[in-house]
């Protein structure tokens, strides 16, 4: 994992995770399965916060939707109930359905072998349309695809242009996974925040890196066609060990569009700018004769840290996805650069 502090920038001053990635979240997992052809560069990337059976133990969950030109499954519920019972997957646009049919089929079987009865699940599934490098209506992530990608899981996952984020273009670049974390401390207690993104939105021009508009320099070296508006999407999910509730962690969730917003995006009309986020603090059983139970939450006060942790590793992440990625020819045969090669050229 190539991250952007090795090209000379630091992104604000929290400390980070060891890792700098989602899987600093203690149990959280990341697997890719990618799909490389001749028309095709896609994939699926699969986030599994914990080892034991979500559906079970239910997770504290929430979402937010900055733009909605996006084909999410799952959110609805996550929202009305404010928890996660499966992992998270994305993918590109048209293979929503067949990666959330692959996640139901998985979660049933789990189920049935550990003798969980299950009569309904709600997968969540997100996805950028990476139809600029792929031949999208070929759809050809597959439930083994799906299957291989938790198989593979694991805290030491690729970035870049892997899994989902294979054919994905952001701010005008080459885009893909990218990842950062934070530590939040209160006094002896320390908790980490991570998060995880899919990118494919924004223009050149406005790419900031820092406090550096970076993207105007670019785009005066490699214009070769009318800038193009803002589209394209971008998935955003936060992994926490903070002990909140789903309302807090919404709070939290939105923060993220302060760090989405310090790379240059104005979340355009052509882009579907979805946030996630989970955490592995409260568990919540599912159905039976539960009727009360205890949960730990900070306070709100509190969260003031989590808020400045999340825009941080939010930012990072977009950053990280572009840098650890490599350069790449389009459906059409025109180059789409990577930032880590462009930069290098400047040196």
């Given at each position: 994992m190539r991250q952007i502090s090795e090209a000379g920038w630091q992104i604000g001053h929290m400390k980070k995770g060891p890792g700098n990635r989602l899987s600093d979240v203690p149990g959280v997992r990341v697997g890719h399965a990618t799909v490389r052809g001749a028309r095709h560069a896609t994939g699926v990337t699969v986030i599994l916060p914990c080892e034991d059976n979500m559906y079970a133990r239910k997770l504290v969950a929430?979402?937010?939707?900055?733009?909605g030109?996006?084909?999410?499954?799952?959110?609805?519920?996550?929202?009305?109930?404010?928890?996660?019972?499966?992992?998270?997957?994305?993918t590109n646009t048209l293979n929503i359905g067949r990666v959330h049919d692959a996640l139901t089929g998985y979660m049933i079987d789990r189920c049935r072998r550990e003798h969980i009865a299950l009569q309904s699940v709600n997968p969540v599934v997100?996805?950028?349309?990476?139809?600029?490098?792929?031949?999208?209506?070929?759809?050809v992530v597959t439930q083994e695809h799906v299957l291989e990608a938790i198989r593979t899981a694991s805290a030491d996952f690729e970035t870049g242009d892997v899994g989902a984020g294979t054919g994905t273009v952001c701010f005008g670049l080459k885009g893909g996974i990218g990842t950062a974390s934070r530590l939040v401390t209160f006094g002896k207690e320390v908790y980490t925040l991570g998060v995880l993104v899919q990118s494919n939105c924004g223009t050149l021009e406005n790419l900031c890196i820092g406090s550096e508009r970076v993207g105007e320099r670019l785009a005066r070296k490699i214009r070769t066609r009318k800038e193009e508006p803002d589209r394209g999407s971008i998935m955003?999910?936060?992994?926490?060990?903070?002990?909140?509730?789903?309302?807090?962690?919404g709070r939290i969730v939105r923060r993220m569009s302060a760090g989405l917003a310090r790379c240059g995006s104005y979340f355009g009309?052509?882009?579907?700018?979805?946030?996630?986020?989970?955490s592995t603090a409260n568990r919540i059983?599912?159905?039976?004769?539960?009727?009360?139970?205890?949960?730990?939450?900070?306070?709100?006060?509190?969260?003031?840290?989590?808020?400045?942790?999340?825009?941080?590793?939010?930012q990072e992440a977009v950053l990280n996805s572009l840098i650890s990625a490599?350069?790449?020819?389009?459906?059409?045969?025109?180059p789409v650069f990577s930032l880590a090669g462009l930069l290098k050229e400047g040196e």
């Open positions: 929430a979402a937010h939707v900055l733009n030109f996006g084909k999410t499954q799952g959110l609805v519920q996550m929202e009305e109930l404010g928890t996660l019972e499966t992992p998270i997957a994305l997100g996805e950028c349309n990476d139809a600029r490098m792929n031949e999208i209506t070929e759809r955003m999910v936060l992994a926490t060990d903070l002990p909140v509730s789903s309302r807090q962690l009309h052509d882009s579907g700018d979805v946030l996630i986020g989970f059983p599912h159905g039976g004769m539960h009727r009360v139970m205890q949960v730990s939450m900070v306070t709100e006060h509190t969260l003031e840290f989590a808020f400045e942790a999340a825009a941080e590793a939010a490599h350069d790449g020819v389009d459906l059409e045969g025109r």
